[in-house]
């Protein structure tokens, strides 16, 4: 069963998706005048807006709890995990595919989170939206003929999907994880550490999106920061390394030896696949929590998302990478996963160094678990308003799919979730590739209030006549 996923992925993850990803950043960014560099400034300043809320009266999720919640889902296994897997199977090399995805991506990130701003709904205590209301939503009025008619279908095939990637499967990676690093660093059984987590995810899951929003706002800026700044400190120890490492990582990804025993093409897939599961540029899965946030543009969080990517992977997933390939224990065939960071960690910091680790996913990864939860239900009320299939839906992301990715294999929870990704990915790019020109329009309008002096743009539906009458938010 393994080895069919396995052929089904490889075929999914051909040169075909992969071309998809890179292409769209291009164009993206092209489109954008380079959004992700000339406005970093803006991004930084954006996370301390206080001034985001145009009901004041109503409960709304801020701004940057909505980043919290984004970055719980960026920053978790992937950083830890699934980098290490990345270098282990794919080498070195896989480490610049991931940033170039990443530096690309970040646009991909600013179109689908500001798409998902402008078609918002309201919802009972906050907004609600994301890449299934844009689709239904966005896709009748697009310039392609041929999709004028799949709005419909579309978006419930996306929410089906996501609910299955995030709600599900991924949330089996998560728990795997945790459950191999406290294996590997106490010697806890699976068993008792999934039941635990299960026990654990239920109590928050079943407490809605602002008691996921404050947990994450709490434990995702102490669990960035105390992981980056031991990883800072271990990389600032062993600074003479570094130019080796980067030499090592541009060599392995465009070395001759890669290319002539057709190692580069794995190289490229494995790091591009690892860099899309850590910062979801392109996924469709932050724009669902981006359009909870109360904004006075919706430029504002598509800004912020993306600077999500960056946080993730160009600072703590490197981070990762670097303390591993210092260590040269990438190259131990035993060592994969949770176990090759936890090792490399050890040869740096000595036997404190799993424990930190084990500690440290546990925070990554759990923040991770209530997040993809999120993600799931977003969608789940769009398919439906049934109270009975949404207590389904939390018994089976918080409970059941918790407790299989405690008791599966590591290349089975992988394998599905790639699967599951690569839909999703290919299903959200056709959608934002043909609604991207509002982003731009957007983007285009924040800029010229900026210009005008204006320190917080507001934008107006009536401002965009042709979807005054499909757009519910934003008198």
């Known amino acids: 069963m393994n080895e069919l996923i396995t052929q089904i992925n490889d075929a999914l993850w051909g040169y075909v998706l992969i071309a998809a990803l890179i292409v769209c950043g291009l164009w993206f960014t092209w489109r954008t005048r380079f959004v992700q560099f000339r406005m970093i400034g803006e991004m930084i300043r954006l996370l301390t807006d206080t001034s985001t809320s145009v009901e004041r009266h109503r409960k709304h999720v801020s701004s940057f709890q909505a980043f919290a919640v984004s970055v719980a889902t960026r920053v978790g296994t992937g ?15 896989s480490v610049f595919w991931m940033w170039l995805i990443a530096l690309i991506g970040s646009a991909t990130a600013f179109v689908e989170s500001t798409l998902s701003q402008l078609f918002k709904r309201r919802h009972e205590e906050s907004f609600i939206g994301g890449p299934a209301y844009y689709i239904r939503q966005g896709l009748p009025l697009c310039r392609w003929r041929w999709l004028q008619r799949s709005g419909k279908w579309m978006s419930a095939l996306f929410a089906v999907l996501i609910t299955l990637t995030f709600g599900l499967s991924y949330n089996s990676i998560q728990s795997n994880t945790i459950c191999s690093a406290m294996n590997e ?57 570094i130019p080796t490492v980067f030499r090592l990582i541009v060599c392995d990804a465009f070395g001759a030896d890669q290319a002539i025993g057709g190692g580069l093409g794995a190289t490229m897939m494995i790091g591009i696949k690892r860099g899309l599961f850590s910062n979801e540029a392109g996924e469709g899965s932050a724009p669902n929590v981006a359009a909870t946030a109360a904004v006075s543009h919706p430029v504002k969080q598509g800004l912020i998302q993306a600077l ?29 996963g949770i176990a090759l960071t936890q090792a490399a960690m050890q040869s740096e910091i000595g036997t404190t160094g799993p424990l930190f680790v084990a500690i440290a996913i546990l925070l990554f990864a759990f923040s991770s678990i209530i997040g993809n939860y999120y993600y799931g239900e977003a969608n789940v009320r769009f398919l439906t308003k049934s109270k009975h299939v949404m207590t389904l839906y939390r018994l089976l992301s918080g409970g059941i799919f918790v407790l299989f990715g405690a008791l599966a294999t590591l290349e089975m929870v992988w394998n599905i979730g790639d699967f599951f990704m690569a839909l999703l990915t290919a299903c959200n790019l056709i959608a934002i590739t043909a609604l991207g020109h509002y982003a731009f329009r957007l983007l285009n309008d924040y800029r010229q209030q900026k210009r005008q002096g204006i320190q917080e743009p507001e934008f107006h539906r009536h401002q965009m006549p042709d979807l005054e009458h499909i757009v519910e938010c934003w008198e």
């Open 308 to 336: 999500g990517v960056f946080t993730d992977t160009l600072l703590v997933c490197s981070c990762t990478a670097f303390i591993i390939l210092i260590s040269g224990l990438y190259e131990t065939p035993e060592l994969n």
């Open 79 to 93: 950083n830890l995990a699934g980098v290490a897997t990345a270098i282990a199977i794919g080498g070195p090399g």
């Open 185 to 241: 660093a106490f010697g806890w059984s699976p068993v008792w550490v999934g039941l635990a987590l299960t026990a654990l995810a239920l109590l928050i899951v079943f407490g809605g999106i602002h008691r996921i929003a404050k947990v994450s706002s709490v434990l995702v800026p102490i669990m960035a920061i105390g992981y980056f700044i031991l990883t800072l400190v271990i990389v600032a120890l062993n600074m003479e390394h």
